[in-house]
């Protein structure tokens, strides 16, 4: 096998820092994907819904602020206990996803 050239070393250098053989493994690759698109809508949801609040709705800035507020810590509380109760439910965690998107879904109409 040939030596290898100075940029390979680079380059795999680079692919064993930042582990990007992980890239190779679908499974990962999907629910990498699927968190990402999770946290951007979740992103847009979060900067959006003051300002429809405060325009469309009429409400004042301090009841925005509270209600921004009020969802943050249900969002903590929510996250938090979450997993103390579906460890007691004998579902997958795939399942508990499914279920998790379908409320959210439906909850954001």
Same mark, same amino acid.
């Given at each position: 096998?040939?030596?290898?050239?100075?940029?390979?070393?680079?380059?795999?250098?680079?692919?064993?820092?930042?582990?990007?053989?992980?890239?190779?493994?679908?499974?990962?690759?999907? %629910?990498?994907?699927?968190?990402?698109?999770?946290?951007?809508?979740?992103?847009? !949801?979060? /900067? +959006?819904?003051?300002?429809? &609040?405060?325009?469309?709705?009429?409400?004042?800035?301090?009841?925005?602020?509270?209600?921004?507020?009020?969802?943050?810590?249900?969002?903590?509380?929510?996250?938090?206990? %979450?997993?103390?109760?579906?460890?007691?439910?004998?579902?997958?965690?795939?399942? !508990?996803? /499914? +279920?998790?998107?379908?409320? &959210?879904?439906?909850?954001?109409?």
């Amino acid at each position: 096998e040939p030596p290898l050239r100075w940029y390979q070393k680079i380059i795999n250098a680079v692919v064993i820092f930042f582990d990007l053989d992980l890239l190779r493994d679908k499974v990962y690759v999907n %629910i990498m994907l699927g968190c990402n698109f999770a946290n951007f809508t979740e992103l847009n !949801f979060a /900067l +959006i819904v003051p300002y429809l &609040l405060e325009v469309d709705y009429g409400f004042k800035k301090r009841e925005v602020a509270m209600f921004m507020s009020t969802l943050a810590a249900v969002d903590v509380i929510g996250r938090t206990t %979450i997993s103390f109760i579906t460890s007691k439910i004998p579902l997958s965690n795939r399942t !508990f996803f /499914l +279920i998790g998107i379908g409320m &959210l879904g439906t909850g954001r109409l």
